[in-house]
Nanobody, 121 residues
């Protein structure tokens, strides 16, 4: 089973940017749709963005549309989340995940361990 490792989190001021990376090891993720979720303290984990295996289709939560961009690099077995114009309400632990097939209309497979993003006002 693939292992997912996220990185790139940190502390930034409102309006700043971060790029999260999620590297797969042990298996290729090129045939899997991928997603990013986040979980803030006291809240349920929620979807942020997802991308099909080929990378042609993406989907975003309403509150990140126009600010966040999900992308992938098959050669590096990596998925990215570029986050711009960050807001304090974006503060959360961010997790990447695989889906079991090429589309997100399938069950979630693996989760990473998460990376903390903190945005101050």
């Amino acid at each position: 089973q693939v292992q997912l490792v996220e990185s790139g989190g940190g502390s930034v001021q409102a309006g700043g940017s971060l790029r999260l990376s999620c590297v797969g090891s042990g298996s290729s993720i090129r045939f899997n749709a991928m997603g990013w979720h986040r979980q803030a303290p006291g809240k349920e984990r929620e979807l942020v963005a997802r991308i099909t295996s080929a990378g042609y289709d993406t989907n975003y939560a309403d509150d990140v549309k126009g600010r966040f961009t999900i992308s992938r690099d098959h050669a590096k077995n990596t998925v990215y989340l570029q986050m711009n114009c960050l807001k304090p309400e974006d503060t959360a632990v961010y997790y990447c995940n695989t889906y079991q097939t090429y589309t997100w209309n399938s069950a979630i497979g693996s989760w990473g361990q998460g990376t903390q993003v903190s945005v101050s006002s």
